[in-house]
């Protein structure tokens, strides 16, 4: 069983900031990534940002140079800080992670609630 706990959505005005956290605990060997998704009504589950193991990130064009992803390892955490928020950035926020249960298994992407952040003045 892994568990994702997700905190850090609410309501901001435009240009405001918020910061997402996801903390993975249960039975995880180990991490190979995690990462932020979101969805907005009536659209399809978009990649926000990621980021491996390693610390190598990938961002969404639309959120470059505004949202920054970072990962705790010891605590298996990763956060997303989100910067000069626009109304299109109004969607719910899914954490992602792929991990190995043990050190024989295959990867395996397991996927939190979400948390809704909303943009408006």
């Known amino acids: 069983q892994v568990q994702l706990v997700e905190s850090g959505g609410g309501l901001v005005q435009p240009g405001g900031s918020l910061r997402l956290s996801c903390a993975a605990s249960?039975?995880?060997?180990?991490?190979?990534?995690m990462g932020w998704y979101r969805q907005a009504p009536g659209k399809q589950r978009e990649l926000v940002a990621a980021i491996t193991s390693g610390s190598r990130t990938n961002y969404a064009d639309s959120v470059k140079g505004r949202f920054i992803i970072s990962r705790d390892n010891a605590k298996n955490t990763v956060y997303l800080q989100m910067n000069s928020l626009k109304p299109e950035d109004t969607a719910v926020y899914y954490c992602?992670?792929?991990?190995?249960?043990?050190?024989?298994?295959?990867?395996?992407?397991?996927w939190g609630k979400g948390t809704l952040v909303t943009v408006s003045s």
């Open positions: 992602n992670v792929a991990f190995k249960a043990t050190a024989w298994d295959s990867v395996m992407d397991y």
């Open positions: 249960g039975s995880i060997f180990s991490i190979t990534a």
